[in-house]
């Protein structure tokens, strides 16, 4: 089917009280993986194209490779722009056809984010594209320290930007190889009291899966990005089939053998979303 927005697949998300899954994509086996697990869980998906792997491969190729996907998959397909640094970034592609962009603020004086941001919505609802920003600041491990999201700027941000979803600060960091982020669940009643905007979690891999199954059904969370599980995944799969296969040298042969151990780690994942059977 076509390329659907990130408002299509929240909604329902946010009515029916489970959370959609922001794969974050590094090369073609990966994004494969991620469409067929989501076929197989009769899940919708949203597949991510972040500042990693938007330096390796062009954006024009990511487009086309999520849209291809989408167009011969049974189930809603998100292109996503994550983490945009800049308007023209974010431009870029909406032009390309991406169908959702995060433009990211989060290091920004509020003032500035929200004004930046509300911006790209604006530029962005004229091509029907749906907007992701972040309020408050999600860290890295072993980088910058999260800056948790304040409730009362969660309500201006959402209030004056008109955002689709907004990616909050509460507990979760980015690249965490252990599950073992403690969300603040005050500070996220909080700002489920402050906006009824769908919220965002940045650093999913972090969280554990029981957490996250929680969390979709019972709270505003409607996306969770997930990918160093994953590429955990990849790593120990792609060493385990070098060394069974010593004699092999053809790339394809190498990296379709991976893409079993992606597919069934990201049903895991979409399960955990309570997301199987809502597409």
Not at 11 to 20: D, H, K, L, S, T
Not at 95 to 110: E, Q, Y
Not at 182 to 192: F, G, K, N, P, Q
Request: hydrophobic share 45%; charged share 20%; proline share 4%.
């Amino acid at each position: 089917m076509p390329l659907v927005t990130l408002a299509d697949v929240l909604g329902p998300a946010m009515e029916q009280g489970y959370a959609v899954a922001g794969m974050v994509v590094l090369g073609w086996e990966d994004a494969c993986a991620f469409v067929q697990a989501a076929e197989a869980e009769r899940a919708p998906v949203i597949l991510q194209a972040g500042p990693a792997c938007r330096a390796h491969t062009p954006l024009p190729v990511l487009a086309t490779m999520f849209r291809t996907l989408a167009q011969h998959s049974s189930v809603p397909v998100v292109a996503h722009l994550d983490h945009g640094r800049s308007a023209d970034e974010c431009q870029e592609a909406i032009d390309l056809g991406f169908t959702s962009v995060m433009f990211d603020g989060s290091r920004l004086p509020l003032a500035e984010n929200i004004a930046r941001t509300a911006a790209i919505v604006k530029r962005a609802a004229a091509s029907g594209v749906s907007v992701e920003g972040e309020i408050g600041f999600v860290g890295y491990a072993g980088g910058d320290r999260s800056r948790g999201t304040d409730p009362a700027e969660a309500r201006q941000f959402a209030g004056e930007t008109g955002v689709t979803a907004m990616a909050i600060a509460i507990g979760n960091v980015h690249l965490q190889r252990g599950s073992d982020s403690e969300v603040d669940l005050a500070r996220l009643r909080a700002i489920e009291a402050a906006t009824s905007v769908p919220l965002v979690i940045h650093g999913g891999s972090g969280i554990l899966a029981a957490t996250r199954r929680e969390l979709s059904m019972a709270s505003n969370i409607c996306k969770f990005n997930v990918g160093t599980e994953i590429r955990v995944v990849f790593g120990t799969t792609l060493r385990k089939v070098l060394a069974e296969r010593p004699e092999e040298f053809d790339r394809i042969a190498i990296l379709g053998a991976v893409i079993p151990d992606l597919r069934e780690a990201t049903r895991g994942v979409l399960r955990s979303l309570a997301s199987q059977g809502r597409a």
